[in-house]
């Protein structure tokens, strides 16, 4: 059985820092890769950032140069270092613990999701 668990969301004022986490079980890491989406109220999920096994790194263009994410495969874990945050940041961010590196498509194992609220 596959389950995620993230953590490290929470309320942040603009300009700031946060770092989620995403700890992951079941799952073969050197079959799939790992993924951050979120969801605004309103609005579709959309992906932030991808990584795979090798460590090859993808990125929306909203969030490039401000996340990264990083992986320790010894743990399953994936991170998601957020800097200089803006308000239109907020949304639930999900991991997705199958994330199809290639086509840049979600696979079917999703984490409970965690808020991050940027606002003054």
């Known amino acids: 059985q596959v389950w995620a668990v993230e953590s490290g969301g929470g309320l942040v004022q603009p300009g700031r820092s946060l770092r989620l986490s995403c700890a992951a079980s079941?799952?073969?890491?050197?079959?799939?890769?790992m993924g951050w989406f979120r969801q605004a109220p309103g609005k579709e999920r959309e992906l932030v950032a991808g990584i795979n096994f090798s460590g090859r790194t993808y990125y929306a263009d909203s969030v490039k140069g401000r996340f990264t994410i990083s992986s320790d495969n010894a743990k399953n874990t994936v991170y998601l270092q957020m800097n200089s945050l803006r308000p239109e940041d907020s949304a639930v961010y999900y991991c997705?613990?199958?994330?199809?590196?290639?086509?840049?498509?979600?696979?079917?194992?999703w984490g409970q999701g965690t808020q991050v609220t940027v606002s003054s």
């Open positions: 079941g799952r073969t890491f050197s079959t799939s890769g």
């Open positions: 997705n613990v199958d994330f199809q590196f290639g086509p840049l498509r979600a696979g079917d194992y």
